[in-house]
Structure formats: C-alpha cells, structure tokens
C-alpha cells in the first residue's frame, strides 16, 4: 500500500475482500450467510466427538483398564479440536460469508488471528 493517501487506503479496507463476480454487488449489511448451518454442525459434530472420547476413555480406563499410547493421542486430538473449533468457528463477521460481502478490514483481523492456528 505504498504511496497511497490516507483517505485511499480507508477506502480500500472499506472495499470488499475479493472482487464480486461480474453482475454481483458486495452486501456487506446483510449478507447471505451459512453460519446458521454451519454453527449447527459445528455442534453436533462436538457433541458426537466428546461422547465417542468419553465412551473412550470410559472403556479403556474403567473397564478395560489398559490404557495404550493412542489413547492418550485421541484425547490430546480431541482437545485440540475443541480448541480450533472454540477459537475459529464462530465469528459472525467472516465466517459462512462470501469473500466479497467481508470488508478487506474484517478479512485481515480474521486472517491475523486465525491462519496461525
């Protein structure tokens, strides 16, 4: 962004994040989104993995009672789960979203904070 005013680089984080295809205007107020969806989604598939570690862990550790390496893996991956989905799923201003209904200013908090992940 070298060599552009003040004013211009406002105006560009203001702009959308991608170009719209030909014939679609960007909505950034109210835009068609499938959070709702995927939000419902992203809840039962946490719901479905905590029981299936629970019944897991359950199983190996109480009735069983041998406990192997991969165990212990399955429930470091379901945190690690739990962790991207609490962390990256629910941030109403990008995800669901087209590209180009997200302001570029939303784009690039949403990409700062979440590609590390």
């Not at 989104?33 to 629970?54: E, N, Q, R, S």
């Not at 990256?88 to 201003?93: A, K, Q």
């Amino acid at each position: 962004m070298t060599g552009l005013s003040p004013s211009q680089v406002e105006e560009l984080l203001q702009g959308p994040a991608l170009n719209p295809p030909p014939g679609v205007t960007p909505n950034f107020d109210n835009p068609y989104t499938l959070l709702p969806a995927a939000d419902a989604v992203k809840i039962v598939t946490t719901v479905l993995a905590t029981l299936a570690i629970f019944i897991r862990i359950y199983t190996k550790w109480r009735i069983i009672r041998v406990v192997h390496l991969e165990d212990y893996i399955a429930v470091a991956a379901w945190g690690g789960y739990v962790v991207f989905i609490v962390t990256t799923g629910f941030d109403p201003n990008v995800f669901g979203r087209h590209q180009w209904d997200i302001r570029l200013k939303n784009f690039q908090t949403f990409l700062y904070v979440r590609v590390p992940l």
